[in-house]
């Protein structure tokens, strides 16, 4: 007789069928469960087969010879679906969904509406007379019928093809059991810790009742209506099956506190009882959390307790990484295997990038990161550093410049094998052909060996080394799985474009883990709540009870949404809705706390986004007021369970014992207490580590635009002055600002040199222009030959830029010769001083009685025989009058006294100096002798600052800034807003104390 056991909340039968079922010979009883971790559990009897549900139809199918199937993976019915979508686009059969169809996320929901529709059993049939039942606006039948159509070509397709999903197995083992001559292996089955069934599991059960008896246990209390709802179906469908019912009232002893759980919660007739073996505790972060859990744990198997009494529950696994990291810092055992991400591993992105740069053909930058591969040196014989160093200096526009520059950079390398085999990737081939073909190369590079030897040499570590292969053979597994879902989706045979290789890969990847070390079957067990239930532990803790975890909301696909989901099932289509959903997770909550026996911690982290599971505040009825507080997490010693853990409360005491001074330094290391000190330090006036180094040092020589640089940030001059890095920076196909900048100096250094102290105010402009524009072509393919700039997509667009700024300068240059009332002209282009091979000596300047000699290089001097006028062109950003009125920009008044010294030109000569903005093709700021004033026509209208005056100001500022240098003063601090492109952005800490404010202009230099 087929019978249903209805058990109270928190019990099980599983105890009882194992003992009814040692009367069948092994293998005449069956023993079936939701799980994996429950069966694990019944197999540790060793007295019944156990198995999982899908077990079933595959075992009858098997025993009645019809096992020459083929059934289809996940990814091969993607696949399947991903056809049909598409030729029912290429046909213009898809209005609704058109503008999906090429969609990722699409064809994934839809894979995942189908199998709804396949595990509730609803035939193409049903389904159809459901749509044409619906009463809806024509728009939303297009999606219905679009629905019907993917899913009756989807079932057609399979057919064609001879070929199951998982629902078609159940199918053919439901029409197998009901033929007249079915073998069915079993003379009893057992169903334990279900809390559903779907229609297809039911339909197979139905049958299997016919040929041998079925004895369920099933949650299911009908004073408890609330929670019953989570297994009401499938007590409805076994009643409808003639199942017998027989109620179980037996409750396993408990500790009060727990039973009174399980006796009430949700009970119509609820009271408040003793809460005595539960407790909360409340964290202030995830780690803390699974740190406080972890103390308590070992605390308890201190006291004699064993890992098999207890046990860790989380919603999900997923918010509790590094959780077997924990176990192993506090010494615990555990089920949970030490694992890592495939997609994280080297062997892994290595074989990711050469199938990106087979997939891209000429993308340069998919090629640079492939080259740039810790697996190109021990495989390849480069040197990937040196090889990404290179990145900096010259820009490749092609993978085929960068082949050669690379092998001419390594001529020993096999740089060419590499390339050859990628192009013998490309174009399009059969899934087999692409896979044998990386996976032969794969072999030839003979990873075993190179690394094996890698790590005799003491070069890596052996965890390292079984990485390697273990990920080399899940590359493996992975491309056989690639070659079988092609296969199975009538694929195989075709030639397909590397890109769906590649997609497939990328998706597998991220789902593969790799396990270091294996869980402890002894150790203290951590399980997912969906995964368990109907198992006494004594001790239970209960991880992860905050809002948004548990309870976890799963909302149902978005092609029907639940408004339509509860249509559809009034039409006979059964579809589950988000509240369903919600039933369950209660259920999930409630028969994981009726498991404790002794004792049931409740934990959760509280911060700004969310508190405690709106669980714990329900449960709060049911016990007297304040029995449920929350225990917060202490630093107290005495609780301090992982060395990790007491490093953090010794480090934080401001004085030590001498055992324990001792032991926190051979932890941690002699220089810790100097390394505690250091923040501190570094936010303290004059401190080593906020710049100020304390030591003197020269400052003989000195350029202008260095002391410019000091001047507007001492941490910047630091850094590129003195320690005199470079920032790591790969050169991109647009030109970079500092290369523009030399390229229009170097264009109207040409153009104005055939002008020198000619008034071009007047010339014709067409001609100067033509002139003007053949010299740019010639410093432009100058910079070219230098590797400085590389012709790319972008450059004719950015040329065309260039010859815009040119133009309009020309004729702004023309306006102001025309229009000023004194005849100054070009007289010095590029006047250097003090610099090797230049005419003029360096600009002597004593400061303190120590000489400091200046470089530079004067961009212009204008003049007209008697007076004389400085100019410095500029691309990018131009110095504020502000920055050069209060000393903070020097490098025009450093120049103005180049010239009074080098070429002996009186100050009273000097008009004053100034900046030529090309951006908007004008002289602005600088420092001028204001009764000139009206002469000069880029001053009208304007109050320039005072010549004399900024004169005065930034010789004291020379000086305090060569007294700077002289000290080793560097501290951050920017004369104005830190500019976006400061190389030293990423490693000074103005930001952090103070917030780095961006003028956030990218600036060229200036010329
Ligand atoms: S980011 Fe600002 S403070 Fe830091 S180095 Fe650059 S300019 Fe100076």
Not at 100 to 107: C, E, H, P, S
């Amino acid at each position: 007789m087929n019978k249903l056991y209805c058990l109270p909340l928190g019990e099980t039968m599983r105890g009882k069928f194992i003992e009814d079922a040692k009367q069948f010979a092994y293998g005449q009883a069956l023993f079936v469960v939701p799980g994996h971790v429950l069966m694990d559990e019944v197999k540790k009897t060793g007295s019944v087969r156990t198995v999982i549900m899908d077990y079933l139809p595959n075992e009858l199918l098997r025993a009645n010879n019809l096992e020459s199937y083929t059934r289809i993976s996940r990814p091969a019915q993607e696949m399947v679906i991903k056809q049909i979508i598409k030729d029912l686009a290429a046909k213009g059969e898809l209005v609704y969904f058109s503008k999906l169809a090429d969609k990722k996320g699409f064809i994934k929901n839809m894979v995942s509406f189908i199998g709804e529709l396949s595990r509730g059993g609803i035939t193409c049939e049903e389904l159809y007379a459901a749509l044409q039942a619906w009463e809806r606006p024509s728009y939303l039948r297009a999606k219905d019928f679009e629905v019907y159509n993917i899913y009756q070509l989807y079932r057609q397709e399979l057919k064609k093809q001879n070929k199951y999903d998982v629902d078609g197995l159940y199918r053919l083992a439901i029409k197998t059991l009901q033929a007249e001559a079915c073998v069915v292996p079993w003379e009893k089955l057992y169903f334990s810790e279900f809390y559903q069934f779907d229609n297809l599991q039911i339909e197979l059960l139905k049958a299997l009742s016919k040929h041998c008896t079925i004895a369920v246990g099933l949650f299911y209390d009908a004073a408890r209506p609330e929670l019953s709802v989570a297994t009401e179906n499938a007590y409805v469908d076994f009643m409808g099956m003639g199942f017998t019912k027989q109620l179980v009232q037996e409750f396993s002893p408990r500790a009060e506190g727990l039973e009174h759980f399980t006796r009430n919660w949700q009970n119509t007739a609820a009271s408040v009882g003793s809460a005595t073996g539960i407790s909360v505790f409340e964290a202030y972060s995830v780690d803390n959390e699974m740190r406080g859990v972890l103390g308590k744990i070992k605390k308890q198997l201190q006291a004699g307790v064993s890992c098999r009494d207890i046990i860790c529950i989380v919603r999900s696994m997923e918010e509790y990484n590094g959780f077997s990291n924990l176990f192993k810092e506090f010494g615990i055992p555990t089920t949970l295997p030490e694992v890592t991400g495939f997609s994280a591993q080297p062997l892994a992105k290595f074989i990711g990038k050469i199938m990106k740069s087979a997939a891209s053909g000429y993308q340069i930058d998919v090629w640079k990161e492939l080259l740039d591969d810790v697996f190109m040196d021990k495989i390849f014989g480069i040197d990937h550093e040196k090889l990404e160093e290179s990145y900096n200096e010259k820009y490749f526009a092609t993978p085929k410049a960068l082949q050669v520059f690379a092998e001419d950079m390594f001529p020993q390398s096999k740089m060419g094998e590499l390339f050859t085999f990628i192009a013998s990737l490309k174009g399009t081939n059969t899934p087999a052909d692409f896979a044998n073909s990386l996976l032969l190369a794969m072999d030839s590079w003979s990873l075993e060996t190179v690394y094996g030897e890698a790590y005799k040499a003491g070069n890596i570590t052996l965890a390292q080394l079984k990485a390697v292969v273990t990920t080399k053979n899940m590359v493996e597994e992975i491309f056989s799985e690639m070659v079988a879902a092609f296969e199975q989706s009538g694929q195989g045979k075709q030639k397909r474009p590397i890109s769906e290789f590649l997609e497939f890969w990328e998706e597998q990847a991220k789902e593969k883990i790799i396990t270091l070390t294996p869980g402890d079957k002894n150790g203290v067990k951590v399980v997912e709540a969906s995964t368990i239930q109907g198992i006494l532990v004594p001790y239970v803790y209960m991880l992860g009870m905050r809002e948004g975890q548990f309870p976890k909301v799963k909302f149902e696909n978005w092609i029907y949404n639940d408004q339509e989901r509860k249509a559809l099932n009034e039409l006979g289509v059964t579809l589950p809705l988000t509240a369903d959903t919600m039933k369950i997770d209660q259920y999930f909550f409630a028969s994981v706390t009726a498991m404790a026996q002794k004792a049931l911690t409740f934990s959760y982290y509280s911060d700004d986004v969310a508190a405690a599971s709106c669980y714990l505040q329900e449960l709060q009825q049911y016990y007297p007021k304040e029995a449920l507080t929350p225990i917060f997490s202490t630093t107290d010693v005495k609780q301090c369970f992982s060395a990790d853990e007491l490093i953090g409360i010794l480090a934080q005491q401001e004085k030590l014992a001498d055992t324990e001074e001792a032991w926190l330094t051979n932890k941690v290391g002699n220089d810790f207490g100097a390394r505690k000190a250091l923040d501190k330090s570094r936010w303290s006036e004059n401190a080593i580590f906020n710049g100020y180094l304390g030591q003197k040092r020269q400052c003989k020589y000195l350029s202008a635009s260095a002391l410019d640089n000091y001047v507007q940030c001492p941490f910047n001059y630091m850094v590129t002055n003195v320690w005199q890095t470079r920032p790591w920076e790969p050169l991109e196909k647009e030109t970079q600002p500092a290369v523009i900048g030399d390229l229009y100096h170097l264009s109207l250094a040409k153009f104005l040199n055939k002008h020198l102290e000619e008034n071009i105010g007047n010339a014709n402009n067409a001609a100067l222009l033509a002139e003007l524009m053949h010299d740019l072509s010639a410093a432009y393919e100058e910079l070219i030959a230098k590797g400085l700039i590389s012709e790319s997509e972008f450059s004719k667009y950015e040329y065309k830029r260039y010859q815009k700024v040119l133009e309009k300068w020309l004729l702004t240059e023309q306006a102001y010769q025309a229009q000023q009332k004194i005849n100054l002209l070009p007289k010095y282009l590029e006047l250097a001083f003090g610099r090797e091979g230049s005419k003029l000596p360096g600009l002597s300047i004593y400061i303190d009685e120590e000489e400091t000699i200046f470089s530079g290089q004067i961009d212009r001097v204008d003049t007209d025989g008697n007076k004389y006028m400085l100019t410095d062109y500029k691309s990018g950003l131009v110095p504020s009058g502000k920055a050069v009125a209060l000393g903070k920009s020097l490098q025009l008044p450093v120049y103005i006294l180049a010239m009074e010294n080098l070429l002996s030109v009186p100050q009273e000569q000097i008009l004053g100096a100034g900046y030529y903005a090309l951006k908007s093709y004008k002289r602005v700021g600088g420092l001028w002798e204001n009764s000139f004033k009206e002469d000069l026509p880029w001053l009208y209208n304007t109050r320039p600052n005072d010549l004399t005056w900024v004169m005065e100001k930034a010789q004291k500022s020379i000086a305090k800034g060569i007294r700077g240098i002289r000290n080793s003063v560097f501290p951050a601090n920017p004369a104005e807003k830190c500019p976006s492109y400061c190389p030293c952005k990423d490693i000074c800490r103005y930001r952090v104390s103070d917030g780095m404010q961006d003028v956030g202009e990218e600036g060229e230099d200036n010329v």
